[in-house]
C-alpha cells in the first residue's frame, strides 16, 4: 500500500495549467479536424510510452492474479487496447505472468461539452477487476460504476485512467492509475469525443469554438 502511496505521489505526470502544448502543423492531423483544434496537448507517441509504463506497474502489483480487464466504452477503447497489447507483451516475458480475460460496458455522461444529469450505462456481463477509463473530470460516472462493480463482489477492483482532469468540480475521486493530470479544459482525440467526433484523430488536443460550434448538437 505504501508502495502504492508513494508512486501515485511521486510519478504523477502532470501537464501544467499555462501549458502551451505543441503547434497543429508539427503533427500529423485529420484534414477535416485542422480548423477546429488550437493545439496537441499530449501528442499520441507520450501517450503509448506513459501507457507502456502504467502496463508494468499493473502487471507487477497484480503479482500473477487473473484479471478481467473491463473497458468502459467508447472513450476508452483505444486506451484499453494499447494497454492490454502492453501488458500482453509483458506476459509473454516475465516468470510471474497475468491471465487476462475482456468485458465492455458503455457509458453515456455526456452532450456537447457539458455533463449530463444520468450516467446511463449499458452492456457488461462480467463485471469485476480492473477497469480502464479515458478520462476522470468529476469522477460521478466512474463512482457509478464502481458501485455497480460491487454489486457484483469482485476480489479487487482497481481502476486505470489515462487522464484526469484538475477541476473544482472534482468529487474528490482518483482512479487506482492515472496517465497523465490535465487542465480544465475541453480535450479530444485518441477516442474522447465531442459529440461522437474526433475519435479518429491519434493526438489528445484542445477543441477551439470552431468545433465546438461546427459539431455542437
Ligand atoms: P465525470 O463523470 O465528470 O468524471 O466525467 C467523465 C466522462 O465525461 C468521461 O468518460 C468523458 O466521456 C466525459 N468527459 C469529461 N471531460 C472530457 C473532455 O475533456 N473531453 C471529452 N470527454 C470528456
Ligand atoms: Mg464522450
Known amino acids: 500500500m505504501l508502495k502504492l502511496m508513494t508512486r501515485i505521489l511521486l510519478w504523477n505526470f502532470k501537464i501544467p495549467d499555462d ?4 503547434d497543429l502543423n508539427l503533427f500529423c492531423v485529420p484534414k477535416h479536424y485542422e480548423e477546429d483544434l488550437d493545439r496537441v496537448i499530449i501528442p499520441h507517441g507520450l501517450i503509448m510510452d506513459r501507457t507502456e509504463r502504467l502496463a508494468r506497474n499493473i502487471v507487477q502489483d497484480m ?3 487473473h484479471i478481467v480487464a473491463l473497458c468502459v466504452l467508447k472513450g476508452g477503447y483505444t486506451f484499453f487496447a494499447d494497454l492490454l497489447d502492453y501488458m500482453k507483451a509483458l506476459n509473454q516475458n516475465i ?7 475482456v468485458d465492455f ?4 455522461s455526456y452532450c456537447d461539452d457539458q455533463s449530463l444529469v ?13 477497469t480502464g477509463k479515458d478520462i476522470v473530470e468529476t469522477g460521478r460516472t466512474m463512482q457509478t460504476l464502481l458501485s455497480l462493480l460491487n454489486k457484483h463482489n ?8 489515462l487522464l484526469v482532469k484538475r477541476t473544482q468540480k472534482s468529487s474528490g475521486y482518483r482512479p487506482d492509475y492515472i496517465g497523465f493530470e490535465v487542465p480544465d479544459k475541453f480535450l479530444v482525440g485518441y477516442a474522447l469525443d465531442y ?3 474526433f475519435r479518429d484523430l491519434s493526438h489528445i488536443c484542445i477543441l477551439n469554438e470552431n468545433g465546438r460550434e461546427k459539431y455542437k448538437k
Open 19 to 22: 501549458e502551451k502544448g505543441h
Open 63 to 65: 503479482g500473477g492474479c
Open 95 to 101: 516468470d510471474k505472468s497475468v491471465p487476462l480475460t
Open 105 to 108: 460496458i458503455r457509458l453515456k
Open 118 to 130: 444520468d450516467v446511463k450505462v449499458m452492456g457488461g456481463d462480467e463485471l469485476s477487476a480492473l
Open 154 to 161: 469482485p476480489k479487487i477492483v482497481k481502476v486505470v485512467s
Open 195 to 197: 459529440n461522437e467526433y
